[in-house]
């Protein structure tokens, strides 16, 4: 799992052009939006299109889990891993 954590925030950086920020300044508990790393709605699209190609997973743009399972890191990689 610790392997998936990391390869997220590489994903999240890459996709997202995070310059300024290391994998190291993405905590896996930290919240994902707003607060946290401070991401928005646009990036959640890039994010959920980057996710989609990169581990074949399905995500249902009506969903309300979305939401939930786009919270953090350790959220986020249990979705993957559930899903892939």
């Known amino acids: 799992m610790e ?3 990391q390869e997220l925030k590489k994903l999240i950086i890459t996709s997202l052009d995070l310059e300024d920020i290391t994998i190291d300044d993405i905590k896996d508990d930290e919240p994902l939006f707003i607060e946290g790393l ?3 709605s646009i990036d959640a699209l890039e994010l959920g299109v980057a996710i989609k190609k990169q ?3 399905k995500l249902d743009a009506n969903s309300a ?3 939930k399972h786009f919270t ?6 249990a979705f993957v891993s559930r899903a892939a």
């Open 72 to 77: 953090s890191i350790n959220t986020l990689a």
């Open 65 to 67: 889990d979305n939401k």
């Open 3 to 5: 392997k998936l954590k």
């Open 55 to 57: 581990y074949q997973v």
């Open 38 to 40: 401070g991401l928005d």
